[in-house]
């Protein structure tokens, strides 16, 4: 955690500011602060592997007991929940210098989520998320942070480019850890994010933040499973103030059919609950219509009763109305990226060429994401072995763009998969 975050973190409960306690969990290499504990006015919070976690509960409590007696290991386990084996297979993980992102989640995580984070760069989901954050952000980024609100290992994240880190908030630790974490001899291999500023904290909280802090703020596929909705639709008015803009994708409506929908809300109830700052409501299938034309328009303004029967729709909320035009969207690559074979195909070396084949997790992922046939080929076969790395040359360029575009190619961070 950088020292610049304590001037916009507050505490969820009493809203004072934070200020780092001189004590024996301090750990701190110039701005950058690796352990320690944060005092407000009513109680304290860790911050563990550079993570604040502005969270009050006995997990919490013990691993800052666990901090504060000396023991950061032991801290950083019971944040993380593992115990037993798993402690030994994240020891063995964590020093070997060659380990990916993929083979992490497989100890950090005990459910199927694991595996949608895996394939989560090329899902349309995703891809209409971070064209709607790419088309908006420009416009805001001089303004103020980035926010990404439950937003997981830091998929999203990672597109929000702008001058100050963006800021990475989820209730689960492991998700955090996994987006911050760096492995190779200078620490320069990235899992998802590590430019980010992760806050560990509770959506079902007011949130641990300042009013005004936020040029954007974005909150993607979470917002149906939340109880609290009113307080986290009135919490993100509050972080982007009168100058902000939210944007939330990917909203199951309560009037659509979708899988694992959550608690979703009709899409009327979700503009009133944005009312103040207002909000335009997408389709969520339009949006990757115009995504896979390599164009995104927030001209249109759907009626909430338009949207019957739509699976999901997309929010974008502000007074400047400037932000609803249309925009070109651009494959940019995160520095520092490489091009890896997309995780969905698997890959055989036959003679000299490599044949893909789309290959998907299980049949709820195909069927959950079937819109990806639209763009994800079959079956590609093209020259040398794709399993030891991507020959742009040898390829051509036009071959290599289109295989980019069809996202059989992905961009990646360098410890992906
Ligand atoms: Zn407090």
């Known amino acids: 955690m950088d020292v610049s975050l304590l001037s916009i973190l507050r505490c969820p409960f009493c809203g004072t500011r934070l200020s780092l306690i001189d004590n024996q969990a301090l750990r701190r290499d110039g701005d950058a602060i690796e352990s320690g504990v944060l005092g407000c006015e009513c109680c304290a919070f860790p911050i563990v592997a550079g993570i604040p976690v502005m969270i009050a509960n006995d997990r919490v409590r013990t691993a800052m007991h666990q901090l504060e007696a000396g023991d950061g290991e032991a801290a950083l386990h019971t944040l993380l929940e593992l115990e037993g084996e798993r402690i030994n297979a994240f020891r063995a993980f964590v020093t070997r210098p060659t380990g990916t992102y993929r083979e992490a989640l497989k100890i950090l995580s005990l459910d199927a989520e694991a595996e949608y984070f895996v394939y989560r760069f090329s899902d349309p989901t995703f891809r209409v998320a971070r064209a709607v954050v790419q088309a908006v952000g420009p416009l805001m980024a001089r303004q103020g942070r980035y926010i990404d609100l439950c937003g997981g290992s830091g998929h999203l994240a990672r597109s929000m480019v702008s001058d100050e880190a963006p800021v990475l908030a989820d209730v689960y630790f492991w998700k955090l850890w996994l987006a911050k974490h760096t492995v190779g001899p200078h620490q320069d291999a990235q899992f998802v994010a590590p430019h980010c500023e992760p806050v560990c904290c509770d959506a079902n909280n007011p949130l641990p933040f300042a009013r005004n802090t936020f040029s954007l703020v974005a909150l993607s596929d979470a917002f149906p499973y939340i109880w609290h909705k009113r307080l986290v639709m009135d919490e993100m008015m509050r972080l982007a103030g009168p100058d902000g803009v939210i944007v939330m994708p990917h909203l199951h409506s309560a ?150 575009r069809r996202m059989v190619f992905i961009s990646a961070p360098s410890r992906y998969a």
Request: aromatic fraction near 8%; glycine fraction near 6%; charged fraction near 30%.
């Open 255 to 404: 009037l659509g059919w979708n899988y694992t929908a959550g608690m979703p809300l009709t899409p009327r109830a979700y503009h009133d609950l944005l009312e103040p700052h207002r909000p335009r409501l997408f389709r969520d299938s339009a949006l990757l219509d115009d995504v896979l034309r390599g164009e995104i328009d927030l001209t249109r303004d759907e009626q909430p009763e338009s949207l019957a029967g739509e699976p999901a729709l997309v929010i974008v909320a502000t007074k400047h109305d400037e932000v609803f035009r249309r925009v070109q969207l651009m494959e940019a690559a995160v520095s520092p990226d490489k091009a890896i074979v997309n995780p969905l195909y698997r890959i055989e070396l036959r003679g000299d060429v490599s044949v893909l084949t789309l290959t998907f997790p299980t049949p709820d992922y195909e069927d959950e994401f079937a819109a990806a046939k639209r763009y994800l080929p079959e079956s590609v076969i093209v020259p040398g072995d794709v399993s030891r790395g991507i020959d742009a040359a040898a390829l051509g360029v036009e071959r290599y763009d289109e295989l980019c």
